[in-house]
T-cell receptor
Framework: KNEVEQSPQNLTAQEGEFITINCSYSVGISALHWLQQHPGGGIVSLFM???GKKKHGRLIATINIQEKHSSLHITASHPRDSAVYIC???????????FGTGTRLQVFP | KAGVTQTPRYLIKTRGQQVTLSCSPISGHRSVSWYQQTPGQGLQFLFE???????NKGNFPGRFSGRQFSNSRSEMNVSTLELGDSALYLCASSFIRGPQETQYFGPGTRLLVL
């Protein structure tokens, strides 16, 4: 079993829909990152959080440390949100990032 | 401010050769981390450098090595290339704390080993 699991693996949505991507992990962490990767490979860091909730524009990230779970929400989705979203946890013991396998999101007009 | 730059962007090598990839961090950033991304294994941590010292290392064989210079630029080297080393190699920089703070990724170097 992977230490970081994301669901769903693939997601399609119509423009304007509310989207949720989930990340569960099994290790103790000191932080969790949400990353966005566009075709071509470039990665952008969306959030880093260790507790609670963060919001940036239409994106919201939450984390529940007790349940070892984080969610990334996209409100009013747009075709330009189409990308792979990757969850990565910073292991408390090893200080190394462990990555999920990513969620491929396609938003259609 | 210029972003993280990586050179070369694309590279084709043959088995047994060696390769050196370069990463220039954002000005003022002193931590540089390297990652490998393959379709089968996804993203994996290679190593992190801070102030010319390797601060952390992932689970890769000794053929993978790196270094950091006094201007924070970093290089990684892969010797005796294998087909399985074909991947996108990404570097990321941050001010000081590596993955404990927001990391800024470069565009990556896509390596193909034939």
């Amino acid at each position: 079993k992977n230490e970081v699991e994301q669901s769903p693996q693939n997601l399609t949505a119509q423009e304007g829909e509310f989207i949720t991507i989930n990340c569960s992990y099994s290790v103790g962490i000191s932080a969790l990152h949400w990353l966005q990767q566009h075709p071509g490979g470039g990665i952008v860091s969306l959030f880093m959080l260790s507790s609670g909730k963060k919001k940036h524009g239409r994106l919201i990230a939450t984390i529940n440390i007790q349940e070892k779970h984080s969610s990334l929400h996209i409100t009013a989705s747009h075709p330009r949100d189409s990308a792979v979203y990757i969850c990565a946890v910073l292991s408390y013991n090893t200080d190394k990032l462990i990555f999920g396998t990513g969620t491929r999101l396609q938003v259609f007009p | 401010k210029a972003g993280v730059t990586q050179t070369p962007r694309y590279l084709i090598k043959t088995r047994g050769q060696q390769v050196t990839l370069s990463c220039s961090p954002i000005s003022g950033h002193r931590s540089v981390s390297w990652y490998q991304q393959t379709p089968g294994q996804g993203l994996q941590f290679l190593f992190e450098y801070f102030s010319e010292t390797q601060r952390n290392k992932g689970n890769f064989p000794g053929r993978f090595s790196g270094r950091q210079f006094s201007n924070s630029r970093s290089e990684m080297n892969v010797s005796t290339l294998e087909l399985g080393d074909s991947a996108l190699y990404l570097c990321a920089s941050s001010f000081i704390r590596g993955p404990q703070e927001t990391q800024y990724f470069g565009p990556g170097t896509r390596l193909l080993v034939l």
